[in-house]
């Protein structure tokens, strides 16, 4: 009897068949595809680890090309499925025809049992064995030959529901895509792809939301009152119980009330013991907040680490929503496994503490699907570190044991203080929190909390006043949104699975419309455009609503309340919602986008960028036609705001200068002099030398005038402040600068340094009184 099983990776089938074959089988290769082969009860077993995905869903030839097909007709097309991976799909074919049995081995969630169905649809057509599943949460021994000892049927549903995100997100994404971009592409003559997807484009609008918050923020006046006390030689901070004045008038005249005083009295002290409970087990969303928030770590790369440590062996399945461990899981044996290596002292530390049995904070997510994220096996750092390709493999090995045996441990126990304080019947409040018992903190210190100590007293002593302060501030903008923040948003609103999660956020960040900067998000200027355009043509697109309503489509196939035709005709339906909201507002959307698209073209070109204009906030560039030249708004025809510029000379926008009297830049003509646009020459401006101001050298000798740098195409000399008529030459050649020392006759001296000559400072004064 023959036996096929079809894992989803490589790594998983070696691990499989080591298992099963108890280390007894041999590695051999079918059309470039590694098979591994055993003998087990007189039964001949081949395990054959696919690529993931070998299938994709495509429309059909006819429908490739942009323009030639209306991608409102993609939405009611039903794309096709496509082998992709043909080698893989050949192997298949061929294991599956000699097959008596076969066996899918995926991941246990929608994709990994829509893989397994791929493999299953391929194998049918050759032959007409039975095929069942083996259902597994983690790689270990135990749980391995228990799923293949008791093999279930496919899960149709659990497919299907991962079929229907496939069509769903493909309709959406293709038609959105081409038909913004094409509409865009007619009107700014731009080549570049505007990407829209059904979880890509409301994740960037959770950063759009918060970026234009900071936007909108207008900071406000505050005054904060805080004294420094001091009692038995320890300073300790107190703030006045109104917290922010935003009213400078009562912040003064709290302040002149108590500034002198030196003493204060305890007029209430309230001391209450908390509770800090452990971490509730991981889940995917959870895991994936905690690696970015403790570690550092993107979503992508945090659970791709995951992946290949569950591949390995050394931790459970990564891709879970449950948060809550199963009544009959065996805690003994997994803390037991942890006493071997690096985490010994711990494990055994959770033994000594649980002698009454273990009892873990569990949380309210059971979705049937995986046990919480859990150690498997126990490790040193050298074991990760070759099972894992990537530095911080140990670093997401060390969270995840240590959350799990966190969570096995008591609460902490903190004793928090809180003082009220009188200061010439002023109120002030000073707290403190000390840590009684570590409790779970002790094997978790991501989230350790130092104490903030207040010294011992009691209500009715008085205590020192150090100083008292009245200190102004503003209130600051929101902060920009972290990767554990909007992890928390998607799965708040339905956005994306525990599995495609990060996909989505790489997938912004390779579109360019936001990236990380340390730990924050920040938009750029393309996805902000973007989401501007559609927050105000389409909604629908940008806010969750609608895609949270799409995943609730999905979860009905895969709890079977919805078949998949169903699922796939409510989805198109709302699907073409929003695209009809999209083509009403095409106008509206277009003229944004590629009127932004051409300012950062005009933006990045230093020779014509003038800067913003006043009337339309567009953009002022220099405008060369057959009649001349002249400052124009990008904004035109609608914004005809214009001013003109010198008919002779090269024009030289100088970036550093800033106009005095307003004007958005300043051009140098030629060598001649310079223009402020809207305003005319700045030899006519009466604030000329505020903001050219000469290069003073020294005293003119012929008036109470001052000598200054006179530069020109074809020479430089001195001349007077008070135009004189005194002038002097000085050197022709080199580069000359005016050093802050003086000679004894009171002009600055110069240095000049010509190519290839030492450098010369010397006084270019002709009466210097050191010349005579």
Wanted: proline share 4%; hydrophobic share 35%.
């Amino acid at each position: 009897m023959s036996i096929v099983a079809f894992a989803e990776k490589n790594k998983a089938a070696a691990q499989i068949a080591s298992i099963l074959s108890e280390g007894d089988f041999e590695r051999t290769t079918l059309e470039g595809v590694n098979v591994y082969e055993f003998k087990k009860d007189g039964k001949q077993w081949r395990v054959m680890g696919l690529s993931g995905h070998i299938m994709s869903y495509d429309y059909p030839q006819e429908y490739n090309n942009w323009k030639d097909v209306d991608p409102g007709v993609l939405i009611d097309t039903m794309p096709e499925q496509f082998i992709t991976k043909q080698a893989f799909a050949n192997a298949i074919s061929r294991l599956a025809k000699d097959s008596d049995e076969i066996i899918l081995a995926c991941d246990y969630d929608r994709e990994g049992e829509n893989i397994g169905f791929e493999a299953k649809s391929i194998s049918e057509k050759v032959c007409n064995s039975p095929i069942k599943r083996a259902r597994f949460s983690s790689l270990s021994t135990g749980e391995i030959k228990k799923a293949f000892q008791n093999p279930l049927e496919p899960d149709v549903n659990l497919a299907n529901s991962a079929k229907a995100r496939q069509i769903l997100d493909l309709k959406m994404g293709v038609a959105f895509t081409r038909y913004i971009t094409l509409s865009v592409q007619q009107k700014a003559r731009t080549k570049g792809v505007l990407s829209i997807g059904p979880c890509q484009t409301p994740t960037c609008g959770f950063v759009y939301e918060r970026e234009k918050a900071i936007k909108d923020f207008e900071p406000r006046d505050f005054w904060k009152i805080e004294a420094v006390f001091n009692h038995n030689d320890i300073d300790f901070q107190g703030t006045h119980r109104s917290g922010k004045f935003f009213d400078k008038k009562k912040a003064d005249t709290v302040h002149n009330n108590i500034k002198i005083c030196k003493t204060g009295i305890i007029t209430n002290k309230k001391v209450k013991e908390t509770k800090s409970s452990p971490p509730y087990p991981l889940n995917t969303n959870e895991f994936l907040k905690r690696a970015s928030k403790f570690l550092g770590l993107n979503s992508d790369r945090a659970l791709e680490i995951a992946e290949q440590l569950y591949l390995s062996g050394f931790t459970s399945y990564p891709r879970t929503e449950t948060n809550k461990y199963a009544n009959d899981f065996d805690f003994k044996s997994r803390v037991a496994e942890l006493t071997k290596k690096a985490h010994k002292e711990l494990a055994l530390e959770v033994f000594k503490k649980s002698e009454d049995g273990f009892n873990p904070r569990n949380g309210t997510k059971d979705a049937q699907d995986h046990p919480p994220i859990h150690p498997i096996k126990s490790a040193n750092k050298g074991d990760i570190n070759n099972a894992v390709n990537d530095s911080k493999g140990w670093d997401v090995y060390d969270l995840i044991v240590r959350h799990f045996l966190a969570n096995l441990l008591q609460p902490a126990v903190f004793e928090k203080t809180r003082l009220e304080i009188s200061v010439n019947d002023e109120i002030f409040d000073a707290t403190g929190t000390v840590k009684k018992e570590s409790g779970w903190m002790w094997a978790y210190p991501f989230e350790a909390k130092n104490d903030k100590i207040l010294p011992e007293i009691e209500i009715n002593e008085k205590l020192r006043i150090n100083k008292i302060t009245n200190t102004k501030s503003q209130t600051s903008p929101p902060k920009r949104l972290t990767e554990s923040e909007l992890l928390t948003l998607m799965d708040k609103n339905g956005i994306g699975t525990k599995a495609t999660a990060p996909t989505h956020i790489e997938t912004n960040k390779k579109r360019g419309y936001f990236e990380t900067k340390g730990k924050s998000i920040s938009i750029l200027d393309t996805g902000f455009t973007l989401m501007e355009a559609l927050d105000k043509s389409v909604p629908l697109i940008v806010k969750p609503e609608i895609r949270a309503r799409v995943e609730q489509l999905i979860q009905d196939v895969e709890d079977g309340k919805k078949s998949l035709d169903g699922a796939i005709n409510e989805g198109t339906a709302l699907i073409k919602q929003m695209y009809s909201q999209l083509t009403s507002n095409k106008d509206e959307m277009v003229s944004q986008i590629a009127g932004t698209i051409y300012d950062e073209s005009v933006v990045a070109d230093s020779d014509n960028y003038i800067g913003k204009c006043s009337e339309c906030n567009r953009v002022l560039r220099i405008v060369t036609t057959d009649n001349g030249r002249f400052v124009g708004c990008t904004g035109y025809p609608e914004c005809k705001n214009t001013y003109p510029l010198p008919k002779k000379g090269a024009l030289n926008i100088m970036k550093s200068r800033e106009c005095k009297k307003g004007a958005p830049a300043v051009i140098k003509v030629g060598n001649k002099y310079h223009w402020a646009v809207g305003i005319g020459p700045c030899f006519k401006c009466d604030m000329e030398n505020e903001c050219f101001p000469p290069e003073i050298v020294g005293q003119c000798p012929n008036c109470d005038g001052y000598m200054f740098l006179i530069k020109t195409k074809d020479s430089r000399f001195l001349g007077c402040t008070n135009k004189c008529g005194y002038t002097q030459s000085v050197p022709k050649s080199g580069r000359l600068t005016i050093l802050d020392n003086t000679c004894e006759c009171g002009w600055y001296i110069v240095r000049v340094k010509e190519k290839e000559k030492e450098a010369k400072e010397f006084c270019v004064n002709r009466k210097c009184i050191n010349k005579l």
